[in-house]
């Protein structure tokens, strides 16, 4: 099957899955037990005004169409850039405009804390494997083992407290945009970087070294240090590319795992990114403004799998020139 | 000049033609030390936990005005007390009743029926396959702690006074719904491996219906996968149960460890302890599930590996 | 202008940073190998792959190593030069190369002598070349290391040595991948990467086993012809007697980590002594066997190298073993000139040929 079909195929794969999140995500409010419209205006009056007004929003909302007329309104609203209201004692903030100050915010973060784990992670993983057996790559594994056990909330109030807190060095909460003040930007992101990197430095650290083990054990390994160059040569422009690929892969889905997982993290520090946005909808439990959240992150998260997935075959030489000789 | 090969018998028993390099020295078959110790401390704590209403512990709930934010070792108090003043042994054991509770049937029924779904999808393949796939695909691409939230937010927590063992269940539902995917995936891509294996055409040939080659003959070698997912299952379920407590929508009025945290958070200044003692519970369990996650794996890793 | 004399005037030095004087001698020792020994370390103990090896060969000379898959043949040629692993391996002895013992050097200074003075071939070109750099990198890459040349020069000199390999089309292969040539090519292309900056000693590890019949004597002729041209040493391991026949100097026959026959290639073919040379050169099927006849095997398995036997490790498969063979090891012993065996009950000197008999 030539490139051009197989991504084809693929994509008509993603349409499909992107289809259904957004149906699951668009019931989402339909799912809750009672009359939705009576969650949104938790209002007991019964005059008239507050009738109408409720009388206004179901219609808004579409809750006495049937389920397909329901989503294709929400398509239709979605796709125009009409995210639906936080619908407040004090009126209607369109979600919109939430969305577009915090998925900024999210992206941010999720980067920051990429680039902080693979920074770590790589050096560490082809040392370890370099030096695989020694006392040195037990240590490694031994806490990087442990890193994973500790639950990144309990990181992040350990690291809140003590580091924020009783040292001071950092600034254990809030968020100071970029543009704004660039050095506080940096300061208050660091702990939020730090804390949801931790667990991703274990992870890759770990499949980096796995995978140049086995690489360091293959043929062209040999053939490369047989030529006389430094181990350092043969580490880092012969065996870490073929070691790479899993860890890529790994480290592209977690984009888009990071976008919404970074929930905990987020309030913790009070950050004002999706994962806050979320919790505060729920919080509030303003569930239309819930529905977009989730329907953006899902979104995001299969579009940048399929952009992982589709880079991965193309990248790789060996899968690219295997299809061109199909 | 002839051009022939010598015939080479079997490779010896010494090693191959390649140098030997590093034996990789992750856990291995035999259980280490910390092998043992994951094994006592997951079987004690679960046996606390089983046990917790007949042990001699102090009443979890109740306040003693002697011990409110001192740390261990108090008379009478092993473990301190809370914010409260309530006695954290007491706490501790009651939460794991909780915790363990929660992850451990939601992981289970997330492997009954992802485990089902995906030997059957695996074994079929086909249509039924394909459907079940995109299904998957669907429930893992959002992402599952807001997964869980939603679910947990809009089936217990519409209105106010929902009665704590429905909170529970919907935990309980919402983890074991996260679950199923990620369970039924690994099951398929393992049965279906397995299915097409000469053993598996040699039932069929001989006339055994599917149902009885899959769970006789399939079903035993996906298991050990099965099982050391669901271990690390068992984990995560834990870390996620304290992750919905800290976002204010766990379970309230039994003590669990997630909710012990996010009561102890206000506190962090004064005593540390209130946080510290269920965070290392909770870090001592999830170390041993992993642990033994990896040595099942390793255990039965090798077999996959000879295909 | 072969490559090896367009590196030398591209302005590559004569001393090599070992301090070692680059010897332009064209006859004499170039490399001695006294008693080696190498040691894996596993789980079940310690398998002595190369156990008490001693060899010599001189320059531009060729010496055929010969043995079954697990004898230590490929070991030896590693451990010679010294590409083996950093840890859980023994070492033992003494390997002196061009008058300098490099057993004794540290890895770091003995990296300088890989590739300018000792370079070895592998066996399969598919594995042994990195599947994803490009032909041209991996050419260069010695000579830019080593050499310090730019890479203008350095890639007119890989243009050249794919020349001189017989690869046609030489500038459009630099851009190409390994896995986008055939079986043979690729293995021209690694002995170019070898010979780049001209090394005095090749090691040849199976060079042809990965390939088909019809390209491995096409193969061992670019082997034997850069070897005169470059008045190159070589050592050639492999399986197959019938590989080295025609083309070493001198045999030595390994089994089980040892030596056990070692002779110039024309008296050891007429004047076979072990046992277990008799037996390799009985199972080389002739082309004049009558239709449906059985190939010759050696019956039975290599012996276990962690705890080897007492007595003389061939004697378990022996046809002629006797009780003082299962007792007692064998020295190696040099009753002639330059013919060296390890038996206790040497097959009778001949003259002719062994003929195909009853086994």
Known sequence: MTLTRELGKRFLGLILVLFLVTLFTALLLSMVPGDPVDTLLPLS?????????????????????????????????????????YYRTSGADPVGDRLAEALPVSLQLMVYAQVLALLIAVPLGVLS??????????????????????????????????????????????????????AEHIQRMILPAVTLAAAQIAVYMRLLRSDMVQTLQEDFIQMARSKGISDQRVLWRHALRPSSLTLLTVAGHNVGTLIGGAVIVEVLFSIPGLGTAIAQAIFER????????????????????????????????????????? | MPVGSVM???????????????????????????????????????????????????????????????????????????????????????????????????????????????????????????????????????????????????????????????????????????TVP???????????????????????????????????????????????????????????????????VGVTEVPS?????????????????????????????????NYLGDVVRARFDVREGVL | MTPYSANRAAGATAESPVGFRLNRRVQGRLLEVADLRTGFRTPGGVVRAVDGVSLTLDRGRTLGIVGESGSGKSVLSRSIMGLLPRRNVERSGRVVYDGTDISALTPGRRKDLWGTQMAMVFQDPMTALNPV????????????????????????????????????????????????????????????????????LLFADEPTTALDVTVQAQILNLLAAQQREREMAMVLVTHD??????????????????????????????????????????????????????????????????RPPRGCRFAPRCPYAQDRCRAEAPPLVEEEPGHAYRCWYPLPARVTPPTRGAY
Not at chain 2, 141 to 156: G, R, W, Y
Not at chain 2, 209 to 228: Q, T
Not at chain 3, 164 to 189: A, D, F, N, T, W
Not at chain 3, 257 to 281: D, H, K, S
């Open chain 2, 182 to 248: 990620i369970l039924g995936r690994i099951t398929r891509a393992s049965a279906l491996s397995w299915s097409e294996r000469e053993f598996v055409k040699a039932a069929q040939v001989l006339g055994a219906s599917h149902r009885r080659i899959m769970f006789r003959e399939v079903l035993p070698n996906v298991a050990p996968a099965m099982m050391s997912i669901a271990l690390l299952g068992i984990a995560v379920a834990i870390v996620a149960e304290g992750s919905l407590a800290l976002l204010g």
């Open chain 3, 133 to 200: 750099q490009r032909i041209g990198a991996q050419i260069t890459e010695g000579l830019r290391f080593h050499l310090g040349l730019d890479r203008g020069t350095s890639r007119a000199n890989a243009v050249a040595l794919l020349r001189s390999v017989g690869i046609p089309e030489p500038e459009r292969r630099l851009k190409q991948y390994p896995h986008e040539l055939s079986g043979g090519m690729r293995q021209r292309i690694m002995i170019a990467v070898a010979l780049a900056c001209g090394p005095r």
């Open chain 1, 286 to 326: 303003q569930y239309v403004a819930l529905q977009t959240f989730v329907a953006v992150l899902a979104i995001l998260y299969v579009l940048v799998n399929f952009a992982v997935d589709v880079l991965y075959t193309v990248v790789d030489p060996r899968i690219r020139h295997a299809r061109a000789r199909n």
């Open chain 2, 8 to 178: 080479a018998p079997p490779a010896a028993a010494g090693h191959a033609a390649q140098p030997l390099d590093e034996i990789d020295p992750s856990p291995t078959r035999r259980l280490g030390i910390i092998g043992w110790f994951s094994l006592t401390w997951l079987g004690g704590i679960s046996l606390l936990a089983l046990l917790a209403p007949a042990l001699p512990l102090k009443d979890p709930d109740r306040s003693y005005l002697e011990i409110v934010r001192t740390g261990p070792l108090q008379p009478g108090h092993i473990l301190g007390g809370d914010g409260n003043g309530r006695d954290m042994l007491a706490r501790v054991v009651f939460g794991a009743r909780t915790s363990l509770t929660i992850a451990v049937v939601a992981v289970l029924a997330g492997l009954v029926v992802g485990g089902l779904l995906g030997l059957v999808a695996g074994y079929y393949r086909g249509r039924f396959d394909a459907v079940l796939t995109t299904l998957f695909n669907v429930l893992l691409s959002i992402p599952a702690l807001v997964l869980a939230l939603s679910l947990v937010a809009v089936f217990a927590s519409a209105d106010q006074d929902v009665s704590n063992g429905r909170k529970m269940s919907v935990i309980i539902a919402a983890l074991a719904i996260v």
């Open chain 1, 45 to 85: 009056d019964s005059s008239p005004e507050v009738v109408a007004q409720k009388e206004a929003l179901r219609e808004e909302l579409n809750l006495d169409e049937p389920l397909p007329a329901r989503y294709a309104a929400w398509l239709g609203d979605f796709v125009r850039g009409d995210f639906g209201n």
């Open chain 1, 129 to 182: 494997a370099y030096r695989a057996g020694t006392l040195f790559d037990k240590a490694a594994n031994t806490t990087a083992f442990a890193l994973l056990a500790v639950p990144n909330f309990v990181l992040g109030l350990g690291l809140a407290y003590y580091v924020g807190v009783v040292a001071g060095w950092l600034p254990p909460s809030g968020y100071v945009p970029f543009t704004d003040n660039p």
């Open chain 3, 241 to 306: 007697l019938g590989v080295v026949a025609g083309r070493a100097d001198t045999i030595a026959v390994m089994y089980a980590g040892q030596i056990v026959e070692t002779a110039p290639t024309a008296q050891l073919f007429a004047n076979v002594r072990m046992p277990y040379t008799e037996a390799l050169l009985r199972s080389i099927p002739q082309l004049d066997q009558p239709r449906g006849s059985r190939l010759q095997a050696i019956p039975g398995r290599p012996p276990n190298l962690v």
């Open chain 2, 257 to 289: 460890w997630g909710n012990m945290i996010a009561l102890g958070r206000s506190d962090l200044a004064r005593n540390g302890w209130a946080v510290g003692i269920p965070s290392t519970a909770i870090f001592l369990t999830v170390l041993a599930l």
